[in-house]
């Protein structure tokens, strides 16, 4: 091996030791390196901790916790895996940004929720825009029935300007326009929602940007 060769390679071995997370030959990128929490901020007092190749988040504080990519996304597919080990609430955002923390219940958020809940029924896949409209696209009937509890859940979001559709587990949840957005871009963010006992993992979360 030559010598720029061997720099080459040092380079290379010295970034993936540091967490760094190259996109694949097809485009994905990974958010999430299976070893620690590089390319991401906790908001708040609650726990999340890597655990077994998994993001675990779990209720501490009894308040709201957000953990958020440092970058910022516009258009883009994401791709991610969950499972819920308690009865709490959580979600995933995208399009948002934390504006501060709120003593009593913690870090306040604004853009728009994927929902994702633990319990069959509980309209996970719709959208619920944060500090604005409210619910903005409920499941579809079929999509309510999609989720399979205590188990692993592939979820989709794919957001191309202000058209937005939701997939889980291979069935489309919503298909959604957005005619007046709050952002049309922002971070992405994992939620444990206030009221405690949230118990949720998260595994193979991959982005494609347009």
């Not at 590089?38 to 077994?52: H, L, S, T």
């Not at 604004?110 to 409210?134: A, F, I």
């Not at 957005?178 to 206030?194: A, E, N, R, W, Y």
Request: hydrophobic share 35%; proline share 4%.
């Amino acid at each position: 091996m030559n010598r720029c060769g061997g720099i080459f390679v040092a380079v290379l071995f010295l970034a993936i030791g540091a967490g760094a997370q190259a996109p694949r030959e097809d485009g994905w990128v990974p958010l999430f390196n299976g070893k620690d929490l590089a390319g991401w901020k906790k908001n708040g007092d609650e726990k999340w901790i890597v655990d077994q190749g998994t993001i675990l988040c779990e209720s501490t504080a009894n308040k709201y916790g957000y953990l958020t990519t440092e970058n910022t996304y516009r258009d883009f597919t994401l791709r991610l895996k969950f499972k819920g080990e308690a009865a709490g609430n959580s979600g995933v955002f995208f399009h948002s940004r934390i504006l501060g923390i709120d003593p009593q219940h913690g870090p306040d958020i604004e853009g728009m929720q994927v929902e994702v809940d633990p319990n069959v029924g509980k309209h996970t896949g719709g959208l619920y825009e944060s500090g604005g409209r409210g619910w903005v696209a409920m499941p579809r009937a079929e999509g309510e029935q999609a989720l399979k509890p205590g188990d692993w859940n592939d979820l989709e979001v794919s957001v191309r300007g202000t058209h937005m559709v939701t997939q889980l587990n291979g069935t489309k949840i919503v298909d959604f326009t957005d005619t007046s957005p709050k952002f049309t871009d922002g971070v992405i963010g994992l939620q444990i929602h206030t009221g405690g006992g949230v118990k949720m993992r998260w595994k193979d979360i991959y982005l494609k940007q347009e």
